[in-house]
C-alpha cells in the first residue's frame, strides 16, 4: 500500500513538472476564433493609452500592443507582460478580481493559472485567478454581453458559468525583436 501511494505521488509530481510549463517562455498573440476562418480571429489588445489602460479584442495588427511577453513561474503559473506597452501586465483594474470585472495593462504583474484545454487543431488554454473569490474560480474571459458590440473588453467571469468564453489560443510569435 505504501509502495503505491509513493508511486502516486511520484507520478503527480511529474506530471506537475511537466504542466507547469504548457509553453515555453516567449512572445504570444493571445486570440479566439475559427481555426479555419482566420478572419474571424480576434486578439488581445493592450490600449495603455486609454484612461483606464483596457485590454480589448481587435482584428490582428502588425502591432506590439498584440503581443505578449509569457514567463512561466512556479506552479504551473504565468505572467503575461504587453510588449507595446514596456513594464505593463495584463492584470487587475481598480474593481479587482471580481466576476465582471475587467482586466488592464497594469505595473504589477499578476500570476494566472494556466491550463490547456481541447488537443490538435482546437488546442486553447484557460487563465484563472490564482486564488479563489467567494469560493469561486474566476477566468479570463470576454464581456460579449447583451447589446455589446465589438471590440470586447477582456473581463473576469466564474468557471463552468454558462455564455463564458474562458479557453483562448496562443499563437507563438517567431520574431520576438
Do not use: H, I, M
Given at each position: 500500500m505504501r509502495q503505491a501511494i509513493l508511486t502516486l505521488v511520484t507520478l503527480l509530481l511529474i506530471a506537475q513538472t511537466v504542466l507547469a510549463q504548457l509553453l515555453k517562455n516567449g512572445d504570444y498573440r493571445i486570440y479566439y476564433g475559427n481555426y479555419q476562418a482566420p478572419i474571424t480571429h480576434r486578439f488581445f489588445t493592450a490600449k495603455p493609452n486609454a484612461r483606464d489602460g483596457s485590454v480589448q479584442t481587435y482584428p490582428r495588427e502588425n502591432s506590439k500592443y498584440q503581443i505578449w511577453r509569457l514567463r512561466n513561474?512556479?506552479?504551473?503559473?504565468v505572467t503575461l507582460e504587453s510588449k507595446g506597452a514596456c513594464g505593463k501586465y495584463l492584470g487587475l483594474r481598480r474593481s479587482g478580481a471580481n466576476p465582471?470585472?475587467?482586466l488592464g495593462v497594469v505595473k504589477n504583474p499578476v500570476r494566472f493559472n494556466i491550463a490547456r484545454k481541447f488537443?490538435?487543431?482546437?488546442t486553447a488554454y484557460e487563465l484563472a485567478y490564482p486564488k479563489k473569490v467567494n469560493g469561486k474560480t474566476l477566468v479570463v474571459s470576454l464581456d460579449t454581453g447583451e447589446g455589446k458590440e465589438e471590440p470586447y473588453y477582456v473581463n473576469f467571469a466564474i468557471q463552468g458559468t454558462e455564455g463564458v468564453f474562458g479557453a483562448f489560443k496562443m499563437a507563438r510569435v517567431s520574431d520576438s525583436k
Open positions: 513561474k512556479s506552479k504551473g503559473q465582471g470585472a475587467y488537443g490538435g487543431p482546437f
